[in-house]
C-alpha cells in the first residue's frame, strides 16, 4: 500500500521557518522523483520544487528560489522542505508528489496545512 505522509506544518509568523516532511511507503523511493507542490485557497495547486532520484538535480519556482529547499534521505525514505523567511502568501496546503517517468506512476500525500500570519 503506497503511503505519502506530510508533517510539519503550522502556523509561523512573517519571517519564520518551518520544516515539512514527507515519509514514503509502499513503492521503491529511491527510484522516484519527489515534488513539493501546494494550494492556496481558491488558487490552483502550484509546484515548489523537484528533486530527482538520486537528489542531485533540484529545481525550485521562480518564487521560491532562495528561500526554500528542497532534500531527501533515500535511507529514511524522506523528503524534506525546509522553508525560510515565509511570508503571508506562502499560506498553502503543501502536498509531497512521488513521481516516476517511465512506469508513468505518480503518488499524493494528503497535505500539511502551512499558515503565515502574524
Known amino acids: 500500500q503506497v503511503q505519502l505522509v506530510e508533517s510539519g506544518g503550522g502556523l509561523v509568523q512573517p519571517g519564520g521557518s518551518l520544516r515539512l516532511s514527507c515519509a514514503a511507503s509502499?513503492?521503491?523511493?529511491?527510484?522516484?522523483?519527489m515534488s513539493w507542490y501546494r494550494q492556496a485557497p481558491g488558487k490552483e495547486r502550484e509546484l515548489v520544487a523537484t528533486?530527482?532520484?538520486?537528489?542531485?538535480?533540484?529545481n525550485y519556482a521562480d518564487s521560491m528560489k532562495g528561500r526554500f529547499t528542497i532534500s531527501r534521505d533515500n535511507a529514511k525514505n524522506t523528503v524534506y522542505l525546509q522553508m525560510n523567511s515565509l511570508k503571508p502568501e506562502d499560506t498553502a496546503v503543501y502536498y509531497c508528489?512521488?513521481?516516476?517517468?517511465?512506469?508513468?506512476?505518480?503518488?499524493w500525500g494528503q497535505g500539511t496545512q502551512v499558515t503565515v500570519s502574524s
Open positions: 508528489k512521488a513521481a516516476h517517468a517511465l512506469l508513468g506512476r505518480a503518488y
Open positions: 509502499g513503492f521503491t523511493f529511491s527510484s522516484y522523483a
Open positions: 528533486i530527482s532520484s538520486a537528489g542531485g538535480i533540484t
